[in-house]
């Protein structure tokens, strides 16, 4: 009798990753060159170690509908949010790149902007890959959300070093709670009718 093999997986629904190792930091400049705006390959690049990620359908919807959220979320109480999609962060001094699903800066003005996003949006989708807050802790980037499947965790940047935190710091009246229920809506339209329903039943 044989015995049933598992389907693989539906390349629709995974995240695909290639990784080059011993890459300089000269040559990952040249790759992002190449790759121009385009934005895909998504590029991680961490002491030598270069991650190409292609996103899934199901991880750009996530990302998307997490976007439309926060930003529906800002425009109802009237925080000054301007995301950046996936800007490329860059430090050669420390040997990271990153390019994160979403960011934003938070209540910029002309004075007080600077090279880095406050806020890191990253959705896991896929596991494995490149230890991003590795990356992210040198880059500077304050805090960074991590959204998996229904769950939304959050950290922060103190010193050196990330710790987990309850709900935003940044944000801190954003209610994680709402944002979690709502990223169940079916389509992106529904979830931020569902979020500014909720937001205004108070």
């Not at 539906?10 to 790759?31: A, I, K, N, S």
């Not at 990620?53 to 998307?64: C, I, N, V």
């Not at 003005?109 to 230890?131: C, F, K, Q, Y």
């Not at 010193?159 to 979690?180: H, K, N």
Request: charged residues 30%.
């Amino acid at each position: 009798m044989g015995v049933a093999l598992p389907l693989p997986p539906d390349p629709d629904t995974t995240d695909h990753f290639v990784y080059l190792r011993g890459v300089p930091w000269d040559e990952y400049q040249r790759l992002l060159a190449l790759r121009g705006e385009g934005g895909a390959p998504r590029m991680t690049y961490l002491r030598g170690v270069l991650e190409l990620m292609a996103p899934s359908k199901y991880h750009e919807g996530d990302k998307t509908k997490l976007a439309r959220l926060l930003e529906a979320w800002a425009d109802e109480v009237g925080v000054e949010l301007e995301g950046y999609g996936s800007w490329t962060l860059e430090s050669r001094e420390h040997e990271r790149g990153a390019e994160p699903d979403e960011c934003y800066c938070i209540a910029r003005t002309a004075e007080n902007d600077d090279d880095r996003p406050d806020l890191a949006i990253e959705v896991v989708w896929t596991s494995g890959g490149i230890d991003k807050l590795e990356v992210y802790r040198k880059l500077g980037v304050a805090e960074v959300w991590f959204y998996e499947r229904g769950s939304l965790r959050f950290v922060a940047l103190h010193g050196e070093a990330y710790g987990e935190i309850e709900r935003s710091g940044l944000l801190p009246a954003c209610d994680p709670a709402v944002l979690v229920r709502a990223m169940a809506e079916p389509t992106q339209s529904a979830a931020v009718k569902a979020l500014r329903a909720a937001m205004r039943r108070g």
